[in-house]
């Protein structure tokens, strides 16, 4: 079963790795995805990410004060909601405390970073595996093998990654609109790929290919958002997140409209 760990920013990204590594250890049936290891060089970067949420059993978002408000989060925190039910999809807090979430992601279980919450979050997914979990008797033996571990390398990580300087908290409503011009846009760009699949490239994803240039990583990642409909405001801010150079992303967007 598929384990999608959400992450944005430094130290939501080294969470999102030791969660990576260690569930592996401690459920083997368990298959966890981040996108900043598991997405193959030359692959189309927002399909691969479609394609992984359709498939996710499990979603977890590591949220911290830096990202709790990011585009990032809430478009895959969106997707994540709308493709499982709300009870599969848990937010870490890295370092909040659940009265610092706002809607939408006040919606999700919390999970806190302790021995009493990872347990739940590794019986929750224990539970989701059906007739491949193992037996809680186990699973506590193998638990309490491998918590030290993460205990250990999630203190060195909390010490070691300064807390960025928290943005001023956006209005709910502007959250809710930007949450669904995302999850709009994720609607889109799937329909687009099970109709390429089942007719081998429809005229408009051809067209679409013949004016793409060819490019780096990151100005296929901001063409194909934009391709989805997504607000050049918000795909500038999802890759300025992801520290891309600004003025990079403004040329590339201002070049996609020209050629429109």
Known sequence: MKVFIS????????VAELLDDWLQCVIQAAEPWM???????????????????AGTGIGIVCLTKENKVKPWILFESGALAKGISS???CTLLIDLKPTD???????FNHTKPNRTGLWELVRTINVALKEESLKESILEKVFDTYWPQFEETFKLIIKETPE???????SENDILIE???????MDRRMRMVENREIHN?????LDINRRRPRASEAEKMIIEMLDSNMSPEIVQEIM????VPLTFIKETIENYLKNK
């Open 164 to 170: 960025m300087e928290v943005e001023e908290v956006r």
């Open 35 to 53: 996108s900043s290891k598991d997405i193959d060089r030359g692959a189309l970067w927002f399909t691969e990410i479609s394609d992984q949420l």
């Open 7 to 14: 992450w944005s920013g430094e130290r939501s990204r080294k």
């Open 240 to 243: 300025d997140d992801r520290r």
């Open 101 to 107: 979430v706002e809607n939408p992601l006040a919606q």
């Open 87 to 89: 009870n599969r999809v």
């Open 201 to 205: 490239l429809n005229n408009r994803e």
């Open 179 to 185: 949450l669904l011009s995302s999850v709009r846009g």
